[in-house]
């Protein structure tokens, strides 16, 4: 017994008396158990045996198309990338087992982050064991007790933690709505710090947000600006450097938060920036002060995707390609897509329902083709999507037969006609 601790005083755990801290997970648990007890494969389970390249991987014994793997550029088995790794380990060892801080910052962490900056023309980049860490950190120390953070309401999970975290007060608005937004800034008291919080492209639906308009607006209204381009980086714009680039207003963003884990095809994540105090978030920023540093073979094959990615004009035209014929074919087939036209390498393909949608998961597995299932409370209106990630190497045959596959199993399952 603890010392001080009556026996007749501690807590007591009685079957039913809801004292059980997975009790609210109950709900999800039955859900689960009834999808699974029709036999088929668990979605959010699965396992790649074998990865062959950036679009193939043996699935249950049996190569299947990749396309749910936010491998945007393919960069995952870029020889040029891989080499650099390899190299980085013999150099540098497996990992650096500290903080940037005290013992954790190598000269590859330098060299990454100078890569950031000459890919976004900034002067300040700063790298973080992950894209999630990366929201953490920032938007936690830069909006504090007092401050105020007006963002979208769909804004991924990392940026709502962030939020949470630095306990700022948190004021949402509709979803890519530029009016609701202007209203909440207005109403913010005078003199409080304000912070506005967008992303180039919703991972869910793969729309992008109007950003040009609604940094104008925040701008007006005094507030900061953060964008979140994990989804756009690399792909979108002329150079690759996101919405902001491509709407041209990339010089208004204050911080832009991305990731490596996308069309990078590493892991990590980062922000940069051009304001003159920036540098200061090392000593401050509690996420990146108190983590142990990516492990040098990581952060070189950041750099080298990322100088090659200056130069990934070619892929991108392609990926913008892949992305037009996927949608229209869908489109045309009799599916509902998540929006009107392709907007990003990301085409969700709405389902009536989780049901429904998981059998139509299943149905593409056994066709040989990978998405992603994606359900509430993740997506928006409680919707249940497929979600489509296109790639620079999905070839134009890869295409067709990827389009082929919906088509049976969307007639099989009862989606499509």
């Not at 962490?109 to 894209?131: C, I, N, P």
């Not at 938007?139 to 105020?148: Q, V």
């Not at 947000?209 to 979108?236: C, Q, T, W, Y």
Request: proline share 4%; hydrophobic share 40%.
């Amino acid at each position: 017994m603890s010392e001080g601790i009556d026996e007749a005083d501690r807590p007591q755990v009685l079957e039913g008396a809801g004292t059980d801290l997975f009790s609210k997970f109950d709900p999800l648990i039955e859900l689960r158990r009834s999808l699974l007890a029709t036999g088929q494969e668990d979605p959010f389970s699965l396992v790649m045996e074998r990865v062959i390249s950036p679009t193939v991987a043996v699935v249950g014994g049996r190569e299947t198309i990749l396309l749910g793997t936010y491998n945007y550029m393919g960069m995952t088995f870029d020889p040029d990338v891989i080499a650099a790794g390899k190299q980085a380990l013999d150099d540098y060892g497996a990992g650096t087992t500290g903080s940037r801080v005290l013992n954790g910052t190598y000269a590859g962490h330098k060299a990454v982050e100078q890569a950031l900056k000459e890919f976004y023309a900034m002067d300040h980049a700063m790298v973080f064991s992950t894209g999630y860490q990366a929201n953490l950190g920032i938007i936690s120390t830069i909006a504090g007790k007092g401050d105020y953070i007006v963002l979208d309401i769909d804004s991924h999970a990392s940026i709502w933690d962030g939020c949470k975290l630095g306990d700022a007060e948190i004021v949402p608005f509709k979803h890519n709505d530029i009016e609701a937004m202007e209203k909440r800034l207005k109403r913010i008291p005078a003199g409080a710090g304000k912070l506005v919080i967008l992303e180039g492209v919703y991972s869910m639906l793969g729309d992008i947000a109007p950003l040009k308009e609604m940094i104008r607006v925040a701008k007006e209204n005094g507030a900061m600006v953060l964008v979140d381009e994990a989804h756009s980086m690399g792909f979108i714009g002329p150079n690759g450097r996101g919405v902001a680039e491509d709407q041209g207003c990339l010089d208004e963003v204050d911080f832009v938060i991305g990731t490596f884990s996308k069309s990078v095809g590493t892991v990590g994540g980062f922000c940069v920036s051009n304001h003159p105090k920036f540098e200061i978030l090392r000593l401050v920023c509690r996420p990146y002060v108190f983590t142990a540093s990516l492990p040098p073979s990581v952060v070189a094959t950041a750099a080298t995707s990322i100088r090659k990615l200056m130069h990934g004009s070619n892929k991108r035209a392609h990926l913008w390609e892949n992305s037009k014929v996927l949608h229209q074919a869908l489109r045309e087939a009799g599916f509902q897509l998540g929006t009107a036209s392709p907007q990003s390498a990301i085409i969700a393909v709405i389902m009536p329902d989780l049901e429904r949608g998981a059998a139509m998961w299943e149905a593409l597995l056994k066709e040989g083709l990978y998405v992603n299932l994606a359900r509430p409370p993740a997506t928006p209106a409680n919707m249940t999507l497929l979600r489509c990630s296109l790639c620079a190497e999905h070839s134009a045959e890869q295409v067709q037969t990827i389009i082929g596959m919906f088509k049976r199993a969307g007639a099989k399952v009862g989606i499509i006609g």
